[in-house]
C-alpha cells in the first residue's frame, strides 16, 4: 500500500490522445487494438492507469543499461531533490516559502509526494517520475538491446504498451510543477523541457 499519493499528471482525453499520437508514435509504429483500447480509456476514464508503489523499479534498475544517462540525470537537481526536505538544507528558499529551515521534512507526507518517486526508498525524481513506472516495460525480453536493434519498431511498442512515456508532456512535469509546491515558481514547458533533456 501507499502511505502518501504519487502525483499523477492530470490528462485530459483530448491531450492524451494528442500525445500519444505525436510521442509515443513518432517512431515506433503501434498496433491498431492498442489505439482501441486506449480510446476505450478515454471513454471510459483513466482510473486504472494510475501506478502503485509495486509498479516501480528505482533508477538502479535502469542505470544497468543506461549508464551514461544515470550518470548525467545524477548531477541534476532532480536527482538531489529529496536533498531540500533535509534539516538545514535550501534554508533561504525554505525562508522564502515560509517553512521551517531547521524542521525534518523528509517524512512529511505533504511533501514526499514530489521530492520521491512513487516511495520513499526513491528518493529524488527518477527516470520513472518522467518516463512512467517500469516494473513491465523495464523487463529483459521489452528492453533487450539484441532484440531492439533486430526489430526496433516491435520492441518499441511492447514497451510503450508496458508503460514507457517515450517523451514526456507538459502535464508530466505539471504534476510536481504546480502552486501545490511551496516554492512555486512559474513553470514554462517550452523553456524548462531543453533543460531535462539528457546530453547526446
Ligand atoms: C535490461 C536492460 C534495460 C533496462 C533494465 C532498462 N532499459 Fe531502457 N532500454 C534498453 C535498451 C536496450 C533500449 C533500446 C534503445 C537503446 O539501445 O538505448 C532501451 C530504450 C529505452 C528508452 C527509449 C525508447 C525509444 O527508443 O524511444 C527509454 C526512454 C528507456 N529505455 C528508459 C528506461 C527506464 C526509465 C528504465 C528503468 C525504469 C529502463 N529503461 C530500464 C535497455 C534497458
Ligand atoms: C525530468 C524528466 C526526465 C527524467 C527524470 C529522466 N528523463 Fe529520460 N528523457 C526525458 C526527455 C525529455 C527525453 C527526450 C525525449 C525526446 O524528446 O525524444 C528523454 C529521453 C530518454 C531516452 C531516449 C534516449 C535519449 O537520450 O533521448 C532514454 C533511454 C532515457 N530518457 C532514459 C532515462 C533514464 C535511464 C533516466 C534516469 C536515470 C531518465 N531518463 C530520467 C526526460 C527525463
Ligand atoms: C516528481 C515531481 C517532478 C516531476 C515529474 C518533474 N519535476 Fe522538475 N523538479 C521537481 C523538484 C522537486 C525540483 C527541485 C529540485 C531541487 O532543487 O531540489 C525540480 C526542479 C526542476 C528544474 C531545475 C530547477 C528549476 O526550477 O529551474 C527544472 C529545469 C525542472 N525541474 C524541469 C522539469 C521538467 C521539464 C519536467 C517534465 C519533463 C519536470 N521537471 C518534472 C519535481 C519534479
Ligand atoms: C506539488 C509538488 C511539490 C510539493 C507538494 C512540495 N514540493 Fe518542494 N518543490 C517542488 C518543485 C517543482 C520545486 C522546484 C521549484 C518550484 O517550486 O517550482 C520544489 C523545490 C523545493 C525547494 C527548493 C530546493 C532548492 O534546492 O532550492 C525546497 C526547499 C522544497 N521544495 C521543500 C519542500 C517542502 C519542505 C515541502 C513540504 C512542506 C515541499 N517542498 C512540497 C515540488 C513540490
Known sequence: MLWYSVP??????????????????????????????????????????????????????????????????????????????????AVEAKQKAGLDPQKDYTQDATC???????APDRPGVQCEACHGAGKQYSSATIMNRTRWKAEPEKQCAMA???GLVRVPTEEHCTACHNEK???????????RYPDVKHPE
Open 8 to 89: 499523477r499528471p492530470a490528462i485530459s482525453a483530448g491531450r492524451l490522445r494528442a500525445a500519444w499520437t505525436t510521442t509515443n508514435h513518432r517512431s515506433c509504429a503501434v498496433k491498431k487494438i492498442l489505439l482501441f483500447i486506449l480510446l476505450a480509456l478515454v471513454l471510459f476514464g483513466l482510473p486504472f492507469i494510475a501506478y502503485t508503489a509495486e509498479d516501480y523499479v528505482g533508477a538502479q534498475k535502469c542505470k544497468v543499461c543506461h549508464m551514461k544517462i544515470f550518470k548525467s540525470w545524477e548531477q541534476t537537481p532532480h536527482a538531489k531533490a529529496f536533498e531540500a526536505l533535509k534539516p538545514n538544507a
Open 160 to 162: 510503450v504498451e508496458a
Open 181 to 191: 509546491s511551496p516554492t512555486y515558481k512559474p513553470f514554462d514547458f517550452k523553456a
Open 112 to 118: 514526499v509526494g514530489c521530492h520521491t518517486t512513487g
